[in-house]
């Protein structure tokens, strides 16, 4: 690989012209095509085969009108009056009646005489229409007026004390991406009108969901941190601003293939703001170790082709294995078979690839354009890490080197205190109930947690099929019965039939839980129904089957949780295997995974504190997000690699060629130190600028992508491994005989360019040599 990639290197420092136009034209191609083909982006976390999703199945086929709960473009406003009156009052009524008036006239509303234009009513006039029909059926079939009183209660749009109240309809559009920003905007102008006129009033609902990726004031912040470590890592201006003109040159390409991905698959609106996160971090770093790399070879040789051509060969071939890291965690994904997490890490896998075709072929054909001034601009003055220069990452180093077996304790204690709070981890979906306290679909919300207790916003949807029973008047007995088996169950509120198909061989009854539908007895309520179902089910001769948006965001999460450690399995093996390729060792590849397992879970631990459980007070106490973990699982893995190739990876090459195992740790971080540090340190700034955003999945995964950066880089790959390392020695690099016959030999190091001054390895042939070396430190 490395004389593949050397001759890559010097072709593209010499045809510079070709190679920048090639990027360019690709660019404006993907951009082009991206721009005629794209369609909206879904947010959409249903996973197929999980019981709610099989119910849901079995409602659209008994009621073919039912729909996907996901794809309801349905709205919900709140209203409330003044502490002390009613909405019944003439002045309180008249507002409300002025406020629906307003939203009729917003775009995309239905017609006022279909039958979802005439759910728009007043809270007080639908509440009380609802009751008299709940009652007039009850007598006309003659069952208990108090039954139907408690239905009509659990179901009223109006609260108990009459000052709260809701009004819900669905947009005329076929999909909920399908609602317009202009019609969201009409509606919250008109709440505004409301409130103007004493009214409380606030809105939520899948049809007031915002599909628009938020915006760039992250990505600028980040580049402009990134900037200042790179001219503080280069002390030149030209070279600082390389690596984020090629950075942003492959996100722009990455970001476009995303758009148009759209017309093939449904994307989720954070996976653009998630490939852009990931593409801009990995872009600026891989392009920062090949231009050090340029760097320190141009020390050596005059011929700067032919430096970048050794820059290529040697950083470049880590370049390649650090971002196959990231995009073999990314890809493997796929293997949770939960579609939209596939989608999404394809989508940041395909933008890691990008990247870094991006640095092994535009960053030297930039320096081929640059000659040289690549290094122009100059603000301070160069210092060299090549020699014996004493600079702080070889301070540290040989600090470490002193008492190793305490370092390393002291890091796994660490790491391992920081992961504790791991066993109280708490996964959910996004809702409004769990919004940020400051957003109108937060604040709606809790108007209706005030009004009507907490279960109403997580009721579960009973579908009963008794197609099997031939007698209506059976089909009827078999209902009740199943509402009363509902009823009985712990922590239901209240349980009734909503609706019957026009067969008569379906129902549909509707749950109320006491709790919300995050609260753990929601879930156990869940649990409860599903277990008991089998005789219930064998008692009336139907099939019963419990969905709704609650059930299906349960299984959801439930559904990742268990995904996490086979998925943890995966990506370890991968680890463990790969870096056995590129160190041609048991002992390293063992210690860089188990540093990446110390370093995920201090990473999801200190999450879980400061956003489930609001230490510190930054963020509002809330569940994580179902899939922010096993993301950041696969992200930590790549990056953990990144740091461990580049750095270890200047080890190595050392040891191969003669120096002893702790001359090698010492020479990898006098070469490596600096520049790792710039990497992490940009890195960390890119994922943490993130947390700006008023997104609350955007902003965990940012910061926890950034304490990441910041536990594996300083914590494991600067301290921990380099005690490791020290302790085992010349073991370090042993490996059984028959296992390096079979490891293909991918030359990660540059081993068979040689040093400069020294012959190429492969003139004394690769194994010969490390050999060789290894008797000499034995």
Do not use: C
Request: charged share 15%; glycine share 10%; no cysteine.
């Amino acid at each position: 690989m490395a004389t593949y990639l050397y001759r890559l290197g010097r072709t593209a420092y010499r045809r510079w012209p070709y190679f920048i136009a090639a990027w360019l034209v690709a660019l404006v191609a993907v951009g082009g095509v991206a721009a005629s083909i794209s369609k909206p982006m879904v947010d959409s976390f249903s996973i197929p085969g999980i019981p709610s999703e099989q119910a849901q199945d079995l409602q659209q086929e008994l009621f073919p009108n039912a729909g996907d709960a996901f794809d309801q473009a349905t709205a919900t406003v709140v209203v409330a009056a003044p502490e002390g009156q009613r909405l019944s009052d003439p002045a309180n009524a008249a507002k409300v009646e002025d406020l629906i008036a307003r939203l009729r006239d917003v775009p995309q509303m239905p017609a006022a005489d279909s039958p979802a234009g005439a759910q728009l009513v007043s809270p007080v006039t639908a509440a009380e229409g609802q009751r008299q029909q709940l009652v007039a059926a009850a007598q006309e079939q003659g069952q208990p007026v108090d039954q139907a009183e408690a239905n009509a209660a659990a179901l009223s749009p109006l609260s108990a004390d009459g000052r709260i109240g809701t009004m819900t309809w669905s947009f005329d559009v076929d999909s909920v991406t399908d609602v317009e920003p202009g019609t969201q905007d009409a509606v919250l102008a008109a709440l505004d009108t409301a409130r103007d006129a004493g009214l409380t009033a606030e809105v939520n609902g899948a049809g007031m969901q915002s599909f628009a990726p938020p915006g760039g004031t992250s990505e600028l912040i980040g580049i402009a941190i990134a900037a200042l470590v790179l001219v503080l890592t280069f002390g030149s201006l030209v070279a600082a601003g390389l690596p984020i003109v090629t950075a942003l040159i492959g996100v722009g390409i990455g970001s476009l293939l995303v758009v148009g991905a759209t017309a093939f698959w449904e994307l989720g609106t954070m996976t653009p703001t998630l490939a852009t996160m990931l593409g801009l971090a990995v872009g600026i770093d891989y392009a920062l170790f090949i231009l050090s790399r340029y760097r320190s070879e141009l020390r050596h040789t005059d011929d700067r082709a032919e430096a970048a051509a050794r820059a290529l060969g040697t950083a470049g071939s880590a370049v390649v294995f650090a971002g196959l890291t990231v995009i073999i965690a990314l890809s493997a994904l796929s293997l949770v078979r939960i579609p939209f997490l596939t989608t999404m890490g394809l989508a940041a896998a395909a933008t890691v690839l990008v990247a870094v075709l991006i640095a092994l072929t535009l960053t030297p054909a930039i320096l081929g354009m640059l000659k040289g001034k690549a290094f122009a601009g100059r603000v301070r003055r160069e210092t060299s890490d090549e020699g014996e220069t004493v600079g702080n990452g070889v301070r540290w180093s040989r600090l470490v080197g002193r008492a190793p077996a305490l370092v390393a304790a002291v890091a796994v204690v660490v790491l391992g205190a920081l992961a504790v709070p791991m066993k109280d981890l708490h996964l959910a979906l996004p809702s409004d109930s769990t919004a940020p306290s400051e957003t109108t679909q937060r604040k709606a919300a809790d108007l209706m947690t005030e009004a009507f207790g907490p279960g109403r916003q997580g009721p579960l949807v009973l579908v009963v099929d008794a197609r099997k029973v031939s007698d209506p008047a059976e089909r009827s007995a078999a209902y009740g019965e199943v509402v009363a088996w509902a009823a009985g169950q712990g922590d239901v509120a209240n349980a009734q039939v909503v609706g019957t198909n026009e067969a008569g061989t379906g129902a549909q009854v509707l749950i109320t839980p006491r709790s919300g539908p995050d609260d753990e007895a929601t879930l156990t309520l869940l649990e409860d129904l599903r277990g008991s179902s089998a005789e219930i089910e064998a008692n009336t001769g139907t099939t019963v089957g419990v969905t709704g948006l609650t059930a299906i965001q349960t299984d959801v999460s439930e559904k990742l949780q268990g995904a996490l450690l086979p998925y943890l399995a995966v990506v370890v093996g991968l680890a463990f295997l790969l870096l056995m390729v590129v160190f041609r060792s048991v002992l390293v590849p063992l210690t860089a995974t188990l540093g990446f397992l110390l370093s995920v879970l201090a990473t999801l631990g200190t999450t879980i504190l400061v956003f489930q459980e609001g230490v510190g007070g930054l963020f509002e106490p809330a569940p994580l997000m179902s899939f922010m973990p096993i993301l950041v699982i696969g992200i930590v893995f790549g990056l953990a690699m990144d740091y461990q190739v580049f750095l270890v990876t200047r080890m190595r090459e050392a040891f191969v060629h003669g120096d002893t195992a702790r001359e090698a740790v010492v020479d990898g971080f006098r070469h490596g130190a600096r520049v790792v540090a710039a990497a992490a340190a940009i890195m960390i700034s890119v994922f943490a600028a993130f947390m700006l955003q008023d997104e609350p999945l955007i902003q965990s995964i940012g910061f926890a992508l950034a304490a990441a950066v910041f536990f594996d880089a300083v914590i494991v790959r600067m301290t921990l491994i380099p005690a490791l390392m020290y302790l085992m020695g010349d073991k370090a690099w042993w490996l059984p005989r028959w296992v390096d016959r079979i490891l293909p030999d991918v030359d990660v190091e540059g081993e068979k360019l040689g040093r400069p001054g020294r012959p190429a390895a492969s003139d004394l042939g690769g194994e010969h040599e490390l050999e060789t070396a290894g008797s000499r430190h034995a």
